[in-house]
């Protein structure tokens, strides 16, 4: 038996009490597997390390994704749920990498060890949608497509793709005694017919990375390929490249999403998360974006009955008020968002703050009005309607020559 000849030949030893047959020979009428002369116990089916084997010895994918599913959904409800992070004043950027860092790892368990059927990924999408949605507040429904940009946060199938890959990886970069490289070398040395009985080759053949050569700098051989991602920063470029590609299908559809479409087409978590603003401006930007503002069907206070995105845009003069043209794309509002800076620049210029204290009030401004329009009846603070933008206008402001001079100039 091969696993008894590697152990004796490496000095280590397999406890045959804990190891299991599934679908014995001697159910057959062959003879009783054994190790070290100690019969093995033989079983229906077994889980590994929580990985579940059917009785044909292969990974059982529907039983593995059902109780990861239960188990994410579990840990949300009685773990994220209870501190609050569907508050709208708790950062919903903070939300999902709370779920990214503690729950979706539940979801991803043993992932990297199975290909998967359309009908597998679509329940695991479900899954990580019903999770989001415990996240932001969204009813039963709600779409988490643009939350999922917004937070740079990859689908399941692309996640399910990556983890794959890197799996991939590891066993290359493996040393060549261990028991998986000798696998992984017997299996490449069978007839082509034969190896497709194995599991490894239909991971390299169907892993949407790994067997697309424009993804690694057009390296197409094995050799090629693991020389190029030798290093974490060659791995990350691959997969951002993967990420990318995906994004670039979905904006060239003949129809792509709308809401999507409006953000930027690009991936990297969307400055409205991170940019210091009120929280007030924070949840109505985010609003908009995901489609919530405005959302059921209003009627608008000029008599129009449906005020539709595309009517407020309209009726508000956005286009005028922001001084871009009317036909802008994808619209004037989301097109002026798409030009927040990622981040605050160390030492902000004039130009930008020139072009942000005409722009941001302006925003503020409208989207406050979008809002007092979807919700007649609210009532605002003096915060909430508080429409300056001083707290992102005043990381902005540019600091004058006078003052640099007086920062540092010596002490005498």
């Known amino acids: 038996m091969r696993a008894e000849d590697h152990s004796r030949s490496l000095g280590y030893r397999w406890n045959p009490a804990k190891c299991v047959v599934l679908n014995c020979p001697s159910d057959h009428g062959g003879r009783r597997m054994k190790l070290y002369g100690s019969p093995i116990p ?18 059982s994918t529907d039983l593995l994704l059902r ?7 579990a840990a949300m409800r009685y773990t994220l749920m209870p501190i609050g992070i569907r508050s709208p004043k708790f950062s919903r950027l ?24 359309t009908k597998q990924v679509a329940l695991l999408e479900k899954a990580q949608d019903q999770c989001l949605r415990m996240a932001f507040g969204g009813h039963r429904t709600a779409s988490t497509t643009v939350f999922k940009h917004l937070v740079n946060l990859p689908s399941m ?54 067997s697309n050569p424009a993804l690694t700098e057009n390296h197409a051989s094995t050799a090629d390929k693991i020389n190029y991602l030798s290093s974490p920063a060659s791995v990350r470029r691959t997969v951002v490249a993967y990420r990318t590609q995906v994004l670039t299908s979905i904006y060239r559809k003949p129809k792509p999403p709308v809401l999507l479409s409006a953000c930027r087409p690009y991936l990297g978590i969307d400055p409205i998360l991170t940019l210091p603003m009120s929280t007030y401006d924070r949840s109505r930007l985010v609003r908009w974006r995901m489609g919530w503002l405005p959302g059921r069907p209003k009627a608008c206070r000029c008599g129009h009955t ?43 210029s004039s130009l930008l703050f020139s072009r942000w204290s005409s722009w941001w009030p302006t925003i ?33 402001r540019p600091v004058s020559t006078e003052s640099s001079s007086l920062l540092i100039s010596p002490v005498d």
């Open 67 to 73: 109780r990861n599913t239960a188990s994410a959904l």
């Open 157 to 210: 199938k692309e996640r399910s793709t990556t983890l794959v890959f890197k799996f991939i990886l590891r066993v290359h970069f493996l040393p060549e005694d261990t028991l998986l490289s000798i696998l992984r070398s017997f299996i490449n040395d069978l007839p082509p017919t034969t190896r497709t009985r194995f599991r490894w080759p239909t991971l390299l053949t169907s892993n949407s990375i790994w």
């Open 306 to 348: 449906h005020a539709s995105r595309a009517h407020l845009l309209n009726c508000l003069r956005v286009a005028t008020r922001l001084d871009v043209a009317t036909n802008t794309r994808p619209n004037p509002l989301d097109y002026v968002l798409n030009q927040l800076p990622r981040k605050i620049p160390p030492t902000p």
């Open 42 to 59: 033989k079983e229906p089916s077994f889980s590994y390390l929580g990985v579940p084997f059917s009785p044909q010895g292969k990974i």
């Open 94 to 117: 903070t939300a999902s990498r709370l779920y990214a860092t503690f729950i979706r790892s539940k979801f991803e368990y043993g992932l990297c060890l199975c290909t998967f059927t």
């Open 364 to 396: 503020c401004q409208i989207m406050l009005e979008i809002e007092q329009i979807c919700k007649p009846e609210g009532e605002y603070t003096t915060e909430a309607a508080d429409v300056s933008g001083k707290i992102l206008l005043d990381k902005l």
